[in-house]
């Protein structure tokens, strides 16, 4: 790997205020990343435009992985021996690190298995306490038949699919704000949507499809009106924004450690203190308990009610040091970056044949590009761009409802993170530009 001393953070190396990373900076940074140094497809640079899936991890986070297993691997919150003492101090302060990261307390950072995970802990928490489970504490979290769950027309599933099933197990109705044919969500009938019925308000704040930013302080606004609970999907904003979850006023947040550089198999819930407090746990057993007899048992307070079980103590490190790492190296800056790649990737609608599903303007939006090529399966857009060594996405993303919206079955998606260059932005541009020559297809 190439080694270098210049590290994200210095001052030095710090954008201008107005400035995205610099080209120094944007150096160093791949250099801490390992897997983009290698070959694909006969020798070929690799070109990952994937990152909306799955980010590369920097070699510091799985340095911090392995340093964990090698030196305090161990259970936590139990034993008294030193390799204990160390893993559990190691497993909170990669809480701190996420915290403040995304702008919460401590407390209000739960760990989970990912992002899906973290979405169906809230929704079945509704559950029980609809089933009575909770006491009056929960009170808030009870749901009526007629009560209503709304959502968008462009979330993914993770974000969806639970929703559906709470209104199954309740008899609450499932309702969706609208895409308009921008891309972007049709407010037009959100206080027709958002109703005194609203009890739960769902949505992304960055399409995985689109890159459209949704406007969430507008959407908070409208669920505050009706006292309805705010569930966002941050999965693509945090790693790609700055993020600050108080500021934002939602109750409920939910991300992946995967798509922010961190390891996979370990994700956050945020909640609001008091809602933590009042919310009735879902997956129980070991951990999160304080009192347990033959006939009854009592739960530990937030965040640990809602952590049973043994905990996958170095991805959650491994996901502490990934928002160290983009917090030391600015997440204003990381915005911009992403703004700049997102307006050179939005060049390829000028290719005779390829339509962009989305926004056509770098306004309020990330560098999440979906496209379709006349003539050509998203499939075969795919291969031939795998063939030049460049990684995209092919498929509905899963996110079935919107592609339908846009009358497209899948669609082929390029999307860039903080390593990605401009260059390889244009070699994916001249790439997709020979893609219906190659089909026959002009």
Known sequence: MTTTTVRPG???????????????????????????????RGGQPLVYLDSAATSQKPQVVLDTEVDFYEQRNAAVHRGAHQLAEEATEAFEQARAAVAEFVGADEGEIVWQPGA???INVVAYAFSNATLGRGGEAAARFRLAPGDEIVVTEAEHHANLVPWQELAAR??????????????RLDLSTLDEVVTERTKVLAFGHVSNVTGAIAPVATLV???????????LDACQSVPNMPVDLHALDVDFAAFSGHKMLGPTGVGALYGRRELLEAMPPTVTGGSMVEVVTMESTT?????????AGTQMVAQTVGMGCAAQYLGELGMAGVARHETELAAEMLKIADIPGVRVIGPLDTADRLAVVSFVVDGVHAHDVGQV??????????????????????????????????YTTVEEVVAFREALAGVRAFFGAE
């Open 221 to 231: 606004a409208a669920a505050k009106r009706v006292g309805a609970l705010t569930v």
């Open 10 to 40: 210095d001052p030095a190396l710090q954008p201008a205020e107005t400035g995205s990373l610099s080209t120094t900076e944007l150096a160093a940074v791949r250099a801490d990343f390992p897997l983009l140094e290698r070959t694909v």
């Open 116 to 118: 899906t995970a973290a």
């Open 299 to 307: 739960y530990a307070p937030p965040p640990q009610r809602f952590e």
């Open 385 to 418: 761009l795998d063939d030049k060594g460049i990684a995209v996405r092919v498929g509905h993303h899963c996110a079935q409802p919107l592609h339908r919206r846009f009358g497209v079955a899948a669609t082929a998606r390029a999307s860039a993170s903080v």
């Open 170 to 183: 309740t008899g609450a109705v499932l309702r969706w704000i609208p895409v308009a044919d921008d891309g």
